[in-house]
């Protein structure tokens, strides 16, 4: 009975997205993306590390012209939660909250 589950796309559907305020605590060579040690991003809620980097990436692209350095040291970098355990890029992150990034020393 397929078409019970029909769905009529002219009915305007309400959908609303919902964004956290996350502050990054910059370490090390990551210093370099602020000059105020700390960047603050809006990211949807209940998003994972790997959304942040994603949008670590674009930051820089728009900040720094798409420096291939920084975005180097997004991607090979660490990640601490508040709690300050180190966390992969699968965590959840569910409210707003400090994370740190916490880049390779000495070329990882």
């Known amino acids: 009975m397929i078409?019970?589950?029909?769905i009529e796309?002219?009915?305007?559907?309400d959908l609303?997205?919902?964004?956290?305020?996350?502050?990054?605590?910059?370490?090390?060579?990551?210093k370099d993306f602020s000059p105020?040690?700390?960047?603050?991003l809006d990211l949807k809620s209940n998003s994972h590390i790997k959304?942040?980097?994603?949008?670590?990436?674009?930051f820089i692209d728009k900040r720094h012209n798409g420096n291939k350095n920084f975005h180097q040291i997004v991607k090979s970098s660490a990640?601490?939660?508040?709690?300050?355990n180190i966390v992969h890029?699968?965590?959840?992150?569910?409210?707003?909250?400090?994370i740190a990034i916490i880049p390779?020393?000495?070329g990882g």
């Open 89 to 98: 890029d699968d965590y959840l992150i569910s409210k707003e909250q400090k």
């Open 16 to 30: 609303k997205i919902y964004f956290m305020k996350i502050k990054i605590e910059l370490y090390g060579a990551s």
């Open 104 to 106: 390779p020393i000495a």
């Open 9 to 13: 796309l002219n009915k305007a559907v």
């Open 51 to 58: 959304d942040l980097r994603n949008e670590l990436i674009k």
């Open 36 to 40: 105020e040690n700390i960047i603050e």
């Open 3 to 6: 078409s019970q589950y029909k």
């Open 79 to 84: 990640f601490c939660s508040e709690d300050n």
